[in-house]
């Protein structure tokens, strides 16, 4: 148990982003909110979108709900969060709104169909 606390230390992950949150109603409507915003985004499907312009069109919701969503997607078949290649490229406002997942800040999502 020590050494599962220390990796999530570690990785800066909560116990609720290894086994889901509590409310999963809520956490299923932002997701699916995620997964629509990211379709009117997307150039098409499969295309990567950067969590700033996400956000963006997700002002309305808690940050941490947001959040949470992402790390559960995160997990899910066809969805995939990455960091931007070139760092140099990235704004404020990117990396505002970056994730945090283990030890890498991800920039980028894309979702297959």
Partial sequence: MGALGR?????????ADVFGSVDVQLAESIEDR???TYADLAPRPGGWVG???LRAELSDA????????LRTLYRA???????????KVLTAEDRD??????????HLIAIET
């Fill in 77 to 87: 078949p066809g969805v995939s969060l990455i960091p931007e290649e070139n760092q």
């Fill in 97 to 106: 709104a970056a994730i945090l997942i283990g030890d890498q800040s991800k």
């Fill in 34 to 36: 995620i997964r629509s």
């Fill in 51 to 53: 969590l700033a312009r």
């Fill in 7 to 15: 990796y999530l230390h570690n990785a800066e992950l909560s116990l």
């Fill in 62 to 69: 808690d940050r941490g709900d947001v959040d949470s969503a």
